[in-house]
């Protein structure tokens, strides 16, 4: 299943997949960004071209697929800070993820609330977080499967819109990347839940027994989490670090 991610004026970060079922080119936007579908024979530049054709009618739907305006200082996630740079029209656009720096670039002409950029800054801040989930949490992971004699298999980062992680049969453990946007116990909630899924596949009694023995408060965390919809919210304040890493 080919696929490339191309960077198109106006419109951000489209990704482009070659699909040996398509029969003609398809678009789709979602909260997760402009995506094209495409027979294997039909080249780049043509699927490129049809969406430039598109171009006004993707802005307006992007403008209804962002739920939170992205602006510079934000903090994204437990560890990146969101920074805008404005470059010359002779530049590449690009974004780069540093250990606690979000950059995301853009020209002059273009307002940090339009479309584009904003699509251009929600991609890039899904790296971030995607990076975060495999750098703090599959250690906190693994040191909670040992505190508590869990086994598990291999852990991986998605971007969900409706769980915060899964365990499938073989113990191979999911982990929402926007638990990076969730308080320290409540992340270590949605751990344990998992863990516990290697032992106890439902949520039946020996599964709360299990849960609760490992974590007391698991109940009253379910709550929480589960009223607390997957998407990307980040933080009015940025700092570096966050003050709740200790916990």
């Known amino acids: ?43 780049y530049a043509a699927a490129i071209s049809f969406v430039n054709q598109q171009s006004d009618w993707i802005q307006q739907q992007l403008g209804k697929h962002t739920t939170q305006e992205l602006h510079d200082g934000q903090k994204i996630g437990k560890l990146h800070t969101l920074q805008f740079e404005v470059i010359s029209d002779t530049q590449a656009i690009t974004s780069r993820v540093t250990p606690t720096k ?67 049969s073989h113990h191979n453990i999911t982990l929402n990347l926007y638990l990076m946007q969730l308080e320290w116990p409540e992340i270590d909630y949605v751990l344990c839940h998992e863990l516990t899924h290697t032992e106890h596949m439902n949520h039946g009694e020996d599964f709360w027994t299990r849960l609760i023995a490992v974590l007391p408060s698991a109940r009253r965390l379910a709550k929480t989490v589960r009223h607390t919809q997957p998407a990307l919210i980040p933080s009015k304040s940025a700092t570096a670090l966050d003050d709740d890493m200790a916990y």
Request: charge should be positive; aromatic fraction near 6%.
């Open 102 to 168: 979000l950059l995301v670039r853009h020209y002059a002409h273009e307002a940090i609330t339009s479309p584009a950029v904003q699509a251009r800054a929600r991609t890039a801040a899904i790296r971030a977080l995607r990076k975060e989930t495999l750098q703090l949490l599959k250690p906190r992971l693994t040191a909670l499967a040992e505190a508590h004699s869990f086994t598990f298999g291999t852990v991986q980062a998605k971007e969900l819109t409706r769980r915060w992680g899964s365990c499938d």
């Open 1 to 43: 299943m080919p696929a490339k991610r191309i960077d198109i004026s106006n419109i951000g970060i489209v990704t482009f997949t070659k699909l040996a079922r398509s029969r003609s080119i398809r678009l789709s936007i979602s909260q997760r960004g402009v995506r094209v579908s495409m027979p294997p024979w039909t080249p």
